[in-house]
């Protein structure tokens, strides 16, 4: 009683308390058909109290999301099926589903009437304007009785998960020169003495070889290994995103920042097409993905890891080692200071394949703000240390600024290699 109760509304308080006081003017009074009055109206807000509690117990709700996983400006659709077990049809139900800004407004149905045991199905479209890993739910209904005299809120279903990954733009072509991810920067890293080793030792299994046995490392150990053959990896293309928050300028869907993911998205699956071993690091050199052979080959799995990406709260753009870690790489900056530029020349020889895209961040501020970086100071410093070049600008489009890289690559293809011969 104590929860029916607690439903009731203004009306149903005010229409409770007026039966009330007519009950004690019709004890006071000795009138009975005023009594009778008093009764019906109190009786009426307790009734209706109840059969709103009644319809509260008996709902039930699943939501389904097609597709769930969704790029930035595409649709995906909500599924909400409602269903009543209640003994008595359920009317007066207002369903709110709880959705974040960046897919739009929330939605609303007025529900009038829910039959028992039917199962009944809303839709409702959701159009993503931003990436990210985005929670919807829960989904709330309030019940109502007819004359508006209880309600109740009620949570039917809980949350949903969608991802929303970057836009992607479709390229075409490649930087020339050195062969993009052929295998030349594996020869470079041989060259210069930062190879793998192309065996192992390990402790003998049954079945092995006995051919494979090796010797020194049985008679060091004291226990019998044997030589496993292991190709050395070579090739590949490192893609290098800067994300920190202090390189970029703008807000939401149109900031620099989001521009970056989204090119870097599209250079992924571009290099992917073609069959690339591609691995994708942040500015402190921390694999975002493709770590493993499998995941470097995975399209999802770049793409998830750029939906859930956050800015970072770095300052230098350097980590202090080779973020291409002996490979090509293609990297796209923020605003750099040339401290920074400098610390990353550091690591990467010229000899090795070196790529950027710069964004010009004032650019996307409109111009205005005087403490961005000038993309030019690391052009130039980028330029004599050999890397292959392109500057980034919102009136821009990406495949533009693709094939001004793949330009630049191809200017300073033959003076790579005949160095490194």
Not at 217 to 236: C, F, H, I, K, N
Not at 397 to 413: D, K, N, T
Request: aromatic fraction near 4%; charged fraction near 20%.
């Amino acid at each position: 009683m104590r929860t029916a109760l607690s439903g009731l509304t203004t009306r149903g308080r005010c229409l409770l308390a007026a039966g009330f006081a007519a009950g004690v003017c019709a004890a006071v009074l000795n009138e009975r058909d005023l009594l009778r009055v008093a009764a019906f109206v109190i009786a009426l807000p307790l009734l209706a109290a109840w059969l709103a509690t009644r319809a509260r117990v008996g709902l039930h709700a699943a939501r389904f999301l097609a597709p769930s996983r969704v790029p930035v400006g595409a649709a995906s659709e909500v599924k909400l099926d409602l269903r009543s077990t209640g003994r008595l049809p359920t009317g007066g139900l207002m369903l709110e589903d709880t959705v974040p800004y960046a897919l739009g407004a929330r939605p609303r149905f007025l529900v009038e009437r829910l039959p028992r045991n039917t199962p009944t199905t809303l839709r409702y479209p959701l159009k993503p304007v931003m990436r990210g890993i985005q929670q919807v739910g829960p989904l709330m209904a309030r019940i109502t009785d007819p004359f508006g005299l209880a309600e109740f809120d009620r949570e039917l279903a809980g949350r949903s998960r969608l991802v929303v990954v970057p836009r992607v733009v479709r390229l075409s072509g490649l930087p020339g020169g050195s062969g993009m991810g052929a295998g030349d920067d594996g020869s470079i890293r041989l060259r210069a003495g930062q190879g793998e080793d192309d065996a192992v030792v390990r402790q003998y299994r049954h079945g092995d070889d006995l051919r494979k046995v090796h010797w020194r490392s049985t008679a060091r150990r004291d226990e019998l290994m044997v030589r496993v053959e292991e190709r050395p990896w070579r090739g590949g293309t490192t893609v290098l995103l800067d994300h920190r928050v202090y390189a970029h300028r703008g807000s939401g869907p149109t900031a620099s920042l989001e521009w970056a993911i989204s090119f870097v998205a599209s250079i992924c699956l571009h290099l992917h097409h073609f069959g690339h071993q591609v691995r994708l690091v942040s500015e402190d050199g921390r694999v975002l993905a493709g770590g493993s052979s499998d995941g470097g080959h995975s399209d999802h799995v770049v793409l998830d890891s750029l939906a859930a990406l956050q800015g970072s709260h770095r300052r230098e753009l350097s980590g202090g080692i080779d973020p291409g870690a002996g490979q090509e790489v293609i990297a796209v900056l923020g605003g750099v200071s040339p401290a920074s530029v400098e610390e990353l020349i550091r690591y990467r020889p010229r000899g090795m394949r070196s790529l950027a895209v710069l964004l010009d961040v004032n650019a996307w501020a409109g111009g205005s703000d005087a403490t961005a970086p000038d993309p030019e100071d690391a052009r130039r410093l980028l330029g004599s240390a050999g890397w292959g070049l392109a500057i980034a600008r919102p009136s821009t489009s990406m495949q533009q600024v693709w094939q001004e890289l793949c330009a630049s690559a191809s200017h300073r293809g033959p003076s790579m290699r005949s160095e490194v011969g």
